[in-house]
């Protein structure tokens, strides 16, 4: 069977030895190519516009808003878990946010990071499904339903 590897090569994306960093210098935009190989037949590709990032002039990324998916997503109040940076970053990158009138249902809930978010943050219902309770203040907090 033929790998993942020589396919790249046949439909000219994959260029061994040459130094595609040295080419991008001039331009202001480049394609970022990312595999994900599943096994050594199967992969899953993906091809996006990026932008230079002014912090780092040789690099490129495909969110300009925040280069190098560095978004700032830290809150000074207590949270249950530190995971719930990634829902911070998921909704700044998309642009995107629950209003108080959505139901969100957040699955592995424990120990409630992501529903603290939800709840305090953006004053959703959260219905928070785990086979382990979520924190304390969490399980008490009336805009939360624990399954």
Do not use: H
Not at 37 to 60: D, I, K, M, Y
């Amino acid at each position: 069977a033929e790998s993942v590897t020589d396919r790249l090569k046949k439909k000219k994306l994959l260029f061994p030895g040459k130094n595609i960093e040295s080419e991008q210098k001039e331009e202001e935009t480049s394609l970022l190519l990312q595999i994900l190989l599943f096994s050594e037949n199967v992969a899953a590709v993906s091809l996006s516009q990026s932008r230079r990032v002014p912090e780092f002039p040789t690099r490129f990324w495909p969110n300009a808003c925040y280069p190098m998916g560095l978004a700032k997503v830290d809150i000074k109040s207590e949270m249950p878990s530190s995971a719930y940076r990634k829902l911070l970053e998921a909704f700044a990158c998309w642009g995107i946010s629950p209003s108080p009138q959505d139901t969100v249902v957040d699955l592995g809930a424990s120990p409630g990071g992501w529903t603290a978010v939800l709840a305090q943050l953006y004053q959703c219902r959260v219905v928070a499904v785990d086979r382990s309770p979520l924190n304390a203040r969490m399980m008490n907090n009336l805009l939360v339903t624990f399954v």
